[in-house]
């Protein structure tokens, strides 16, 4: 069965300063990953997502993550983070295998308080 | 675009009772995904449907079922519940199947007395 271990539960910054998010994950296989965000009172939304080809992938708000095959990791980060990134963080795998794509398993979540 | 509606948005129950949750995904999303979200035990696939069927099923016991009608929208049905049932549900559609990029909706909040 796969997992995902997301290392850090609580986490705190400043504004400008750097962020980075970590996921582990064990799969005996290829595997998709993703990493969603649930910003306060709204819902779970993907942030990026990596399927194939550059490991470095970059997703929306400044956000990127890199996916380490030999580590089996996929750290999510951002140069200068704002206080507008205060979230919670999920980091999420699932095999691309045909129908199964959908059924993704989430890390604990990793709670980011930026402060101003 | 309207996004995933779910409902109830909250609702409390008791033991025993059983409960039925509603899920309207995006227009043209033929996928609905179900997750149960816990402090204790995170996020949590429940299971999926594509086209009327289920095509994948999470490590939940049978209390836990679904269906999803011609129009895509989807339900899932709780029997029997118990305390540890109390959770976020979260409904999420996609358009089509397998790619693992989910549009959530905001969750039906169950507690269980």
């Known amino acids: 069965a796969q997992s995902v271990s997301q290392h850090n539960h609580h986490v705190i910054l400043s504004e400008a300063a750097s962020l980075e998010l970590g996921c582990n994950y064990s799969?005996?296989?290829?595997?998709?990953l993703f990493w969603y965000v649930q910003y306060p009172g709204q819902h779970l939304q993907l942030l990026l997502k990596?399927?194939?080809?550059?490991?470095l992938v970059k997703g929306i708000k400044g956000f990127e993550a890199e996916f380490i095959k030999s580590k089996f990791s996929f750290n999510l980060r951002k140069p200068s983070v704002q206080w507008s990134d205060t979230a919670e963080y999920f980091c999420a795998v699932t095999p691309p295998i045909g129908n199964a794509g959908n059924m993704l398993t989430f890390g604990g979540g990793t709670r980011l308080m930026v402060k101003p | 675009k309207a996004g995933v509606t779910q409902t109830p948005r909250y609702l409390i129950k008791t033991r025993g009772q059983q409960v039925t949750l509603s899920c309207s995904p995006i227009s043209g999303h033929r996928s609905v995904s179900w997750y149960q979200q816990t402090p204790g035990q995170g996020l949590q696939f429940l299971f999926e449907?594509?086209?009327?069927?289920?095509?994948n099923k999470g490590n939940f016991p049978g209390r836990f079922s679904g269906r999803q009608f011609s129009n895509s929208r989807s339900e899932m049905n709780v029997s029997t519940l118990e305390l540890g049932d109390s959770a976020l549900y979260l409904c999420?559609?996609?358009?089509?199947?397998?790619?693992?990029?989910?549009?959530f909706g905001e969750g039906s909040r169950l507690t269980v007395l």
């Open positions: 990596y399927f194939s080809g550059d490991p």
């Open positions: 799969y005996g296989g290829t595997v998709n």
């Open positions: 449907y594509f086209s009327e069927t289920q095509r």
């Open positions: 999420a559609s996609s358009p089509q199947g397998g790619t693992g990029e989910l549009f």
